[in-house]
């Protein structure tokens, strides 16, 4: 068996995105005869716990762990969950920002480049420079966020006769958020310059959509493969909400905040009393002080349950429950290429799913091709009203279903199939 060594930070128990991607594609490379073995950090900082994925581990993966130092179990011990949230992403307003909280970005952005995971790079190389070679492995992958991983590969690639595969879950320097880090000049600098090291050096590029891949070839002539992310299996069959619920399920980050929706909702409530004694707003997962004031702003809390994070395997009967899905993203020229992981299980629920989202969006597309729900902007507040008043008939009709199409290509197996293709066909830029 053809032997990989996948690089990662986020592994069970880590919960949330992060974790699944590379989980799933272990559990399914060895069915294409690829032996993973994965490396993590010994204590690792998560911001999200779900011990459920435990029982998701296969048995044939192989994982080597070490130390890593972890700056913000530091910073937690003076700013506690504010430092918790921004480690998980969720970058507060910058008009309400504390003091602490301004600095946190600012460290984050200047000090700790390219991500405060920085640190573990120099004692996982020396480390990984013996295993490497004892073990007779002649690829590697790194994945990220963080992107400091992707320096692991760096320098291992200059130290070694390997192929480096760099996979990138989300964008480096063009990621929503990268703007709110208080960047220097030198520092902004700084991050380019290594985002553009790993990208001229690796021998492949993964990312995961179509935008991402344009924005790449501008910096690099190097291969870049579109393996997106996907579903593992189809939902549990569970009773549907007796409410008319929109559920979001995953983080509403400070920017992931579309007064448009809220408005309109707003109107529906005071325009149609039976919507108002239906219309249940489902939130399962870390949702941002800035969203949930502006949710009540708009006179919602009465219609509002907010479930906090839960598990996965709690998070995909909702997403059967729920009679539909909410889909936001960042209005944000930035934000186009991001196509969030929930978009595939989703599909795999087979709920309408309503998806609100920059002109131009990626995930605009995969919802038109799979006939699997609707997309608007942020500045078409007819159509969104439109939209949801049609899914409200549908649902007092008994009608409010999805037939949705071509989604086995996103099962976790084919995208591992298409990952296992690249790590046995090396490609031209190859020696």
Known sequence: MKKVLIIAYYWPPAGGPGVQRWLKFAKYLPEFGIQPIVYVPENPSYPIIDNDLDSNLPKEVIVI?????????????FGGKKVAKISSGIVPDQKKQTPFEALSLWIRGNIFIPDARVLWVKPSVRFLENYIQENNIETIITTGPPHSLHLIGLTLKRKLPLRWIADFRDPWTTIGYHQSLKLSASAAKKHSHLESEVLTNADDIIVTSITTKSDFSKITHKPIEVITNGFDQYAPQVERDEKFSIAHIGSLLSKRNPEVLWKVLHELIIENSDFKRDFELKLLGAVS????????????ADHVTNHGYVSHQEALKHQVSSQVLLLIEINSEDTKSIIPGK???????????????????????????THAGSFVTYYEKDKLKSAIADLYQKYNDGTNEVESVDIDKYTRRNLTKSLAKLIENPSPWES
Not at 289 to 300: A, G, H, N, Q
Not at 349 to 368: C, E, H, S, W, Y
């Open 65 to 77: 762990k070490q130390p890593i130092f972890e700056p913000y179990k530091i910073a937690s011990l």
């Open 343 to 369: 978009l595939f299980e989703y599909l795999a629920a087979k709920r309408p799913i309503l998806g609100i989202g920059p002109n131009g969006a990626d995930f605009a597309q995969i919802l038109k091709d």
């Open 289 to 300: 002080r800035e969203v949930l004031d502006s949710i009540y702003k708009f006179k919602l």
